[in-house]
């Protein structure tokens, strides 16, 4: 239990170092990016995943330089575009309490504990220090690294694995 605490810790002290990077040159999130958090922005402030309202008054603004074109078209006069309910639900409480950095907190949060679990699976297979060591190397990777704060199902994924 300690070592997966502290693996835990050293984890989101490293993703924490990666909160607030830019997406690109000139923009804070990816377009994708932008769609999720305004769908999350969406449920969070109207409890609602019509995203017409938001278009209108472009509340992407807040993610994005460039305007933000919707994903899918119209359905009896409702915009619901197709990033799914399930990862929308996962960070609107997020979305509500800090905003995106908070999002990607949750995010970093959820990828540390994936290799949290990760190890102690593996000391079913091989005894620590192997097992904690693999996942802290795992977890401290190019990849892991650049994938914690995005705001994308990814690391929620992997912690459900």
Known sequence: ????????????????????????PQERYSVAEAHRLLTAASLAEDSSLELSDEYAARDWARFSDRP????????????VE????????LIAPAYALGGPLAVEALGAALLALAFV????????????????????????????LAGATTIAPAPAAAALL
Do not use: E
């Open 117 to 144: 679990l990760a190890a102690a699976l593996a000391r079913r297979l091989v005894p620590d220090p192997w097992a904690t060591r693999a996942a802290l190397v795992g977890g401290l990777s190019p990849p892991a």
């Open 82 to 89: 197709p990033q799914g309910l399930g990862f929308a639900l």
């Open 68 to 79: 933000l074109i919707p994903t899918a078209p119209r359905v009896d006069g409702r915009l």
């Open 1 to 24: 239990m300690r070592r997966g605490v502290l693996l835990w810790l050293v984890l989101i002290a490293a993703y924490a170092t990666t909160l607030g990077v830019d997406a690109g």
